[in-house]
């Protein structure tokens, strides 16, 4: 086993165990998960990797383009354990998360995947030359009201708004 893979299972050991190896200059100290957060751990951007083993603590920084950073926030707490912090800047879109980088790479996974452009609403204006506008809205909301969504897809909803005068 070579020198750096046994530095891994060194950094899985200590994960389990909740500690976490922390550089301090020239050595390595070994601390207690929850205090690793606000010590000297690498701090990664957008595209960067980590070196080091995927057992190290580290701080991420992820750019959001279409979703909304506090609600991203709320949908990972749940899956980070106690000792992980998950900040949310709405102003600039982004998350800041510390974590295992084990961790986070899966958090990163589902940010990818929730992180797509909305299905934002839509407005069209239909102008009406020989019937009535009323007429046709209640025809087009029937036909919107009769169809249910099928299981597993959001309920589309279609607003209709007559507009005689026009």
């Known amino acids: 086993i070579s020198e750096e893979d046994a530095y891994r299972v060194f950094e899985s050991v200590l994960e389990v165990h909740g500690f976490a190896a922390v550089p301090s200059g020239s050595v390595i100290k070994i601390v207690p998960s929850v205090v690793a957060r606000s010590k000297n751990i690498a701090t990664l951007r957008e595209g960067e990797?980590?070196?080091?083993?995927?057992?190290?603590?580290?701080?991420?920084?992820?750019?959001?383009?279409?979703a909304n950073a506090e609600e991203v926030k709320n949908l990972l707490t749940p899956l980070v354990s106690k000792t992980s912090v998950i900040i949310s800047h709405a102003g600039s879109g982004m998350l800041i998360l510390t974590d295992f980088q084990s961790n986070i790479s899966r958090l990163v996974e589902i940010i990818r995947t929730v992180d797509v452009p909305s299905d934002g609403e839509e407005m069209l204006i239909i102008p009406l030359h020989r019937t009535s506008a009323e007429s046709v809205s209640k025809a087009i909301s029937q036909l919107f009201t009769a169809a249910p969504a099928q299981k597993g897809q959001r309920p589309e909803v279609v607003k209709v708004i007559p507009f005689e005068r026009t």
């Open 49 to 66: 990797m980590s070196f080091g083993g995927d057992d190290r603590v580290v701080t991420q920084i992820i750019s959001l383009k279409h």
